[in-house]
Structure formats: structure tokens, C-alpha cells
């Protein structure tokens, strides 16, 4: 049967890039404990419609915890207090009646807020967009299995393309660092052969753009790893780095790097 | 009008080579010339921008989420089918082609099929180059399993994230020709209406979700992978934002929509718990390998605890009817029998609008037999979803299960070439009707999306651009600056309503009319009830709808009141179509159109077409048009399953 429980919401208000922002309080009222946290926002939402008053602005689509477009701060913490899951996949039940949380959006100088509770993490693309991929022509690729890939390195390459590019690491992170963001990809690529002939130039330049976008350095304090609702491993960022000073011993491929020397 | 559906002839192993060979080509040094829009970045869309993109195309690509990595796609599940015959168990390109076609209850075109079937192994190739982590076995090639309707092993699948991987492919791709600049990303963007200048499409209108601002985008080609509308039942698996704005107003603008009332339902998803619900979650299939369907047979104990109920009072009523197949029966079965027991009150779990609907899938003996870590390691990370959901541990509680929509087999009317009846207007993916017939085989969608993105419209929309003369028309020509003041003026209207209801009251109102009566069984009473109901809801939407907010600004409640419009509209066409198909196939059933034993029973003779409905205006009545099924290689049978 379900609970029903009554919250106090204290949620961060702001209507544009150039606002102050502040917050605001609100009362849930009635709510279910089989609500997920946004079905929870949803009823807010409609009441505060028909009083008038704008809705709280979030991001969302999928609801089942795979897309990465939901995220926000709950009491401090990215996506809330359940491990390993999405707001949109936490449930009421982890609640009780009573309780105040304090709702914000991502902070992070790389993230900065559109409105309410949602962030502009268009960085993220730009990171992948600098060398997030393997070169391939559609049409160009050789049979499926003429390259053989070894279940570990195939499965470990799995476990950092989990990646929902959410942006709870930045947003967990003291420094904002988007580094195990870039090493999960960076990790996938390189643990294929196929991500082989461009693996130097690739991390030489999604690390560039990550430090360009103002993300900060990665001080091993482990936020990330603990905040990643699809449990993307730290040692990737060891990874990463290891990845990066071979890159640095080795001449860049292209040939647009090399002339700048 | 006349529906040439453009299908090659001669022998259908040969129909896509002779048809590539007779596609015109655009010369590598033009291509730039040529501007390209592509609406949606899912399977279809991402992979469409980027081979466009790689080919040299100036295209531009547009979707309503702040990433294109985030487009429904990435929620598949299950797995992707190829005809790889990796596993030497007798699989081929014609057996994926037949399967297909079967699977879709003969009402699919075989040409178009046989050529997906054909692809199916490309795209493996691709994918892998892409560095998609499929899984694989210790030889370090890769696996396969075995999915629904089909008795060989030919998906592949990267654990319960198929669909992510392979969009994350498909986004890499396209960011890279992001970077090289063949491709100017739009996010946060939202087609409004098609630009057509002489009945040929010529661009976009769209709105800045984060400004609002209306803007025109014209070009030489526009190609829609927007996807399906299932969210026309509200409560759906799709995503919350998957929406039929950017196809209806294509229709609105020319575009035929053809077979909108075949819908599918997926049989194991977690139930409706209560009136706030927002959406479904699908829950795989293959749960019902392992586990046991089942409903108590007396009403006394249908709030009991399930484990208090003896074997003697549970009524195992897939096992009872089917006994060959079980709880192993195809989708449209499992769910319609869901349903049965429900309507007759035999239903668990808790009450929703006074009727408890879900029934329970029990691996108690499956633990007994198999042991708790074989069924772990089998299903855990979907027992671990389901107890995230319900708070029920399934290991320890039968879970409770309930049909949900999932996908919409129908969608704009493409010929082969997948050109909608708006010359210049292309459609692919989900968005479009094509490949699927009456009903979708598991594992079947995201193969067919990135068919037609990396193999089929690279060729097809080439050949169109190659009979056009390069140059999109200016922003002032009169048909841009009128479809501009159309949309804004829509955007005003429903702004300036003022009453007191939101999008989302009426959205949930739609939806449970849609499920009631044009959801899993359909009757001609039902859908002729349901047709005089929508109009009275739509009216009261135009007259009480209320919005917070303007439309210059981040909106949600403005860009929810717009999908609703469209959804009602729809909504209509579908039960009409609904209501003029009398039979029963694949994923449209109706009640009168029924087997002795309960099972859908198409009609042939009469209805072996596809129906290509034609917007006549706003108060005439949609015009049918047919195209003709015909059926040169896989002769028409009846399924059963007993």
C-alpha cells in the first residue's frame, strides 16, 4: 500500500544565465512513496500552474535512467541518495514524511544554468566532438569478425561506454573536473583495436577541449565515481593519464599538428 | 491520388543492387552546394546526418534534446538482428526477409523488407568499425542470442544497452563531421511546420526551446527520423518528450500517413502504481523464459500476499491455454490474455481508477529449479530495476507485469526510396511506416533505423538531389514568411487561451480514451465512442486550456500544450483507421475479428493494403487511399502458437 508524506521543498529558482537565482520554498503535499522524484516535481509542477505561477523548469526525457538528460542536486548530492541511479529512477520511499531537500541545478563554470534546475552541458559535446569517435565512412568497415577483440578488453570497453553523459561527475567534483566523463571515452576507444590508429591525436585533443571548456583538474577525490548513477570506474582516469604521456612521447598523426610542431 | 510505391521489379535478391545502380549521382565537388535537413538524431536521424556529412552534404540537424545522444534510441533493450549466420544454424538474409515479413502479418512490402534484411549484416560491419562493444565470447568474436519470433540466434546485443551503444556510434560519427563542419548541429530545437513551396518541401520552421524564437531553415532536401507517436496513449515506454509534431504537420502539408492503428504493446512492463504516473517502464522480454504467469482464480485473494496463495488457487492461464508455447507466446498474445484476466476482475496489485491491472510473473520456481545465482546472473540487473521501481524484491515477491504501448508501426507513407507523397520530403526510422507490416519482431527497430540512416537515404536522397538544382529559397519568399506567421500564430493561440486546465490534464485524458478503446482490443462500438469523445475533449482544450508563461522563453508547459494539439488530431485518425480496417493483424486487433480460439484473424481478400491517409482539410473528413499489398514470395498464413 502506499504512504503518502508531506515535504518541504527548497528549490533553486532562476529565470535566465544573467539572474541571480535564489531559493524558494515549496510544499509537497500528499505525496506517494511509489512516485519517482520527478513524478513528485510533476504534481509540484501542476499545482503551481494552476495557481498561476511558473512551473519549476528540469530537464528530462527517457525516465528510465538512460538518456542523461535528467540531473540536479538533492540535499548536496548529484541525483540524490540512492547509489548507482538517475533522479528520474529515484523513488519517493527514499523520503519520509517531513523531510526538507533543498533541489539545485549542476554547478560548474563549464555548465552554466539556462533556467531553474536546468544547465547548458553542451561542453560535453564538444569534448567527443574533438576526437570521441573512431573515423569510419559508412560503407568503409571490414567484416565484423576479422578483428577479433578479447572478451576483457570488450567488456571493460563496455563498462566506460556506459557513460549517459549526464554531468553528475562535474557536478560532484570540487573542481568541476570533467575527467571521468573524458576518460570513460577516451578508455572505450583505446581498449579496441579498431580505436588504435587514432588513439594518440584522440586524447591529446579531448584533453585539450576538456581544459578549454573550463573544467578543473582531476585531484582524486573519488566524488565522481561515488555520483555516477552507471558506475564508471575512477581507474579510467588513471587511464586516461597514462594514455596521455604516451600520446605526448609520440609525434601527432595529423598533419596539421605536426606542422604546428 | 494514385500511391506509386516505386518497388523495384525482377528478382527480389537483386531489387536494392539494380536500384543503387540506377540512382543518379551528385558529383563530389557539388555536394556542398546542397543544403540538407535532418530532423531527429536517433538511430535513423544521427546515422543519416553523419553519412551525409561524410559525403560531403551541407546539412544541417535538429532535435529537441540538449545533446543528440540523448534521442530515444538509446532506451532499446534488447539487441539488434542481423543475418550474420555467425552461429551456422541456418540463418540467411532470406530467412531474416521471411521471418520479417511473418512476424509482421503480411502487411509490409516485401521489397522493402527483403532490402533491410540485406543491410542487416552492413550494419554489424559498421557498427563494430565504430567501436560499439558488442558482446562477445572468449574466441574474442562475436555473440548472438536468440529473441522472439525467430528460431535462430542472430541478435547481437551489448548486455540490456543495445540501443545506447549503438546510438553513442551513431553520435560519434556525427560529432565528428560536427567538428569537420559538414554538420550544424541544432539542439533544444523543435520542428514546427514544414516549409512546401509548390508542393515541393523546401525547409523547416522550428522554435528555440530556450528563447522561443521561430526561425525558418530552408533547403534542398528535408529528411524527418523523428520517430513514433506512442505517446498518444500517454502512458507509454517512449520517452516523455517523443513526440508526432514534426510528422503531423508534414501530414497536415501533403504527407499521407499510412496504417496509424498499428501499435504495438509490450506484455512485461512494471504496472501503473497511481493517477501521477508519468510513464512505463519496459521490463526485457526474455523475462518470461524463466518465469510463470499467473493470476489468482478466486477474487477473494487478489489482495492477498501471492505467497500465501496455494498452487491449487493460482490459475497459470498461459500454460492453461497455450500448452505447446506457454508463457513463450508472441507479444500481442501475452498481452491481450493480460488484459482478459484483468477485465474479469481477476487482476493484482493496486487500484488505479478502481481496477487493479497487472498479473504476476512468479520465478520462485525457477529459483527452486535453477538455483538463486543462476537466476541472478540471468536477470539480476533487471530484478534490480524492478525493486528500484516497486520496492518489491522480486526474488523474494512474484513481480507484477502489465502491457504497455511500445512502438508505432505506422507513420508517414514512404515509397522505396523512403520519399513521403511531398516530393523532397524523405522519412526514416520510427517516423515513417515501412518495413515492419502490422507488427514488429523484437530486435528489429534499430536495424531497421540504421538501415535506412547509413545505407538507404545516403543513396536515395542523393539520387533526388541529383535531378535539383542547388539553392535553398531565401527567408523572404512569401510560402517561408506565411508558414512562419502560421506557427506563430499557433504558438499565440495557445497562449492566449487562458483557462484553467494544463496540457498535462488533457494529455492524461487523451490517452486513457486512446488505451480504453483504441489500445489493446479494439471494437467498432468502441472506436466510434471514442471518435465522438475526442473532438469534445480537443474543443475543450481550445477554450480551457491553460498556459503559465509566454512564448518568448524557456516554455515546457507551451512545448507540452503543442505536442497535445497534434496528439489529438492523430488520436482521431487512428481510431478512424482503426475502425475502417475490419480485421485483426499483428498489433491491431479487433474484438469481431477473432478465431474460434480467441486469435486474430486477418482478412486478406480484403484488406492485404496499405492505408495512405490524405489531410483534405480542416473540417473534411481524411481521405483513404490504398496501396496494394502483393505478396510474390512469402505466401500469407495464419500464425498459431497452441
Known sequence: MAHLMNLVLNVWRQKGPKDQGRFVRYEAKAISDHMSFLEMLDVVN??????????????????????????????????????????????????????????????????????????????????????????????????????????????????????????????????????????AKISHLALLPQGHPERTDRVRKMVAQMDAEGFGHCSSHKECEAACPKDINISFIAKMNRELLTAMTVAPNDVKSRQKG | MELDARAPTGPIEQRWNEARFKSKLVNPANRRKYKVIVVGSGLAGGAAAATLGELGYNVSCFCYQDSPRRAHSIAAQGGINAAKNYQNDGDSVYRLFYDTVKGGDFRARESNVYRLAELSVNIIDQCVAQGVPFAREYSGLLGNRSFGGAQVARTFYARGQTGQQLLLGAYQSLSKQIEAGTVKMHPRTEMLDLIVIDGVARGIVTRDLVSGKIVAHTADVVVLCSGGYGNVFYLSTNAKG???????????????????????????????????????????????????????????????????????????????????????????????????????????????????????????????????????????????????????????????????????????????????????????????????????????????????????????????LAGVKPGAPDDSHPDVKRTVLEVEARIKQLCAIGGKRTPDSFHRELGTLMWDYCGMARTAEGLKFALGKIPELREQFYSDLSIVGSGEELNQMLEKAGRVADFFELAELTCLDALAREESAGGHFREEHQTEDGEAKRNDEAFSYVAAWEFTGETNAPKLNKEPLTFEYVHPSQRSYK
Not at chain 1, 535512467?65 to 540531473?71: E, F, N, Q
Open chain 2, 242 to 464: 517523443c513526440n508526432t509534431t514534426a510528422t503531423w504537420r508534414s501530414h497536415r502539408r501533403g504527407a499521407f500517413f499510412a496504417n496509424p492503428c498499428f501499435t504495438q504493446i509490450h506484455p512485461t512492463c512494471i504496472p501503473q502504481s497511481g493517477d501521477y504516473q508519468s510513464k512505463l517502464t519496459l521490463m526485457s522480454e526474455s523475462l518470461r523464459n524463466d518465469g510463470r504467469v499467473w493470476v489468482p482464480k478466486n477474487v477473494a485473494d487478489l489482495a492477498k500476499d501471492p505467497k500465501s496463495i496455494p498452487e491449487a488457487d493460482r490459475d497459470y492461464y498461459l500454460e492453461r491455454l497455450y500448452p505447446s508455447f506457454g508463457n513463450l507466446v508472441p507479444r500481442d498474445i501475452a498481452s491481450r490474455r493480460a488484459k482478459d484476466m484483468c477485465d474479469q476482475g481477476k487482476g493484482v496489485g493496486p487500484e488505479v481508477a478502481g481496477v487493479r491491472r497487472g498479473v504476476y510473473l512468479d520465478f520462485s520456481e525457477a529459483v527452486k529449479r535453477l538455483g538463486r545465482d543462476t537466476v541472478a546472473e540471468r536477470y539480476d540487473n533487471l530484478f534490480q530495476m524492478y525493486e528500484r521501481i516497486t520496492g518489491e524484491n522480486p526474488y523474494e515477491v512474484p513481480m507484477r507485469m502489465y502491457p504497455a504501448i511500445h512502438y508505432t508501426m505506422g507513420g508517414l507513407w514512404v515509397d522505396y526510396n523512403l520519399q513521403s507523397t511531398i516530393t523532397g520530403l524523405f522519412v526514416g526510422g520510427e517516423a515513417n511506416f515501412s518495413d515492419h507490416g502490422a507488427n514488429r519482431l523484437g530486435a528489429s527497430a534499430l536495424m531497421q533505423g540504421l538501415a535506412d540512416g547509413y545505407f538507404v537515404l545516403p543513396v536515395t536522397v542523393a539520387n533526388y
Open chain 1, 46 to 183: 501542476e499545482e503551481l500552474a494552476h495557481k498561476g505561477e511558473e512551473p519549476i523548469a528540469f530537464d528530462h526525457d527517457c525516465r528510465e535512467g538512460i538518456c542523461g538528460m535528467c540531473g540536479f542536486m538533492i540535499n548536496g548530492v548529484a541525483h540524490g541518495p540512492a547509489r548507482s541511479t538517475t533522479v528520474c529512477q529515484l523513488h519517493m520511499r527514499m523520503f519520509k514524511d517531513g523531510d526538507e531537500i533543498t533541489i539545485e541545478p549542476w554547478r560548474a563554470a563549464a555548465f552554466p544554468v539556462i533556467r531553474d534546475l536546468i544547465v547548458n552541458r553542451s561542453a560535453f559535446d564538444r569534448v567527443i566532438q574533438a576526437g570521441g569517435y573512431i573515423s569510419v565512412r559508412a560503407g568503409a568497415a571490414p567484416e565484423a569478425n576479422s578483428v577479433p577483440v578479447p572478451k576483457p578488453n570488450s567488456d571493460l570497453a563496455f563498462e566506460a561506454a556506459a557513460c549517459i553523459g549526464c554531468g553528475a561527475c562535474v557536478a560532484s567534483c570540487p573542481n568541476a573536473s570533467a575527467a571521468l566523463f573524458t576518460s
